[in-house]
Nanobody
Framework: QVQFVESGGGLVQPGGSLRLSCATSKNFFSSYGMGWYRQAPGKERELVASITSGSGGGTHYVDSVQGRFTISRDNTKKTVNLQMNNLKPEDTAVYYC?????????WGQGTQVTVSS
């Protein structure tokens, strides 16, 4: 069964940075688009960044993170990363990685990101 293991979250002040990493056991990893999702308390899970299959030449970001977040992938290591800069309190959420579109019955434990002074 496919697994996703997210790491790198933490508590950071507004304006700070974090780098999230996700390792997956997905076979043929390079053949799939990947995404980072987040779920804030009381809100639905949303896709915040995605990267195309292969070399990952195509990326897409939700408007609220455009210009602040950067998604990347390493097909050799089967990892996908999310560099988050200039973090804001509204970025506080549990962050998950999954395929894009996601395997809806398969989610990792996520990693908590809290932006607060």
């Amino acid at each position: 069964q496919v697994q996703f293991v997210e790491s790198g979250g933490g508590l950071v002040q507004p304006g700070g940075s974090l780098r999230l990493s996700c390792a997956t056991s997905k076979n043929f990893f390079s053949s799939y688009g990947m995404g980072w999702y987040r779920q804030a308390p009381g809100k639905e899970r949303e896709l915040v960044a995605s990267i195309t299959s292969g070399s990952g030449g195509g990326t897409h970001y939700v408007d609220s993170v455009q210009g602040r977040f950067t998604i990347s992938r390493d097909n050799t290591k089967k990892t996908v990363n999310l560099q988050m800069n200039n973090l804001k309190p509204e970025d506080t959420a549990v962050y998950y990685c999954n395929l894009d579109p996601p395997l809806r019955t398969t989610w990792g434990q996520g990693t908590q990101v809290t932006v607060s002074s």
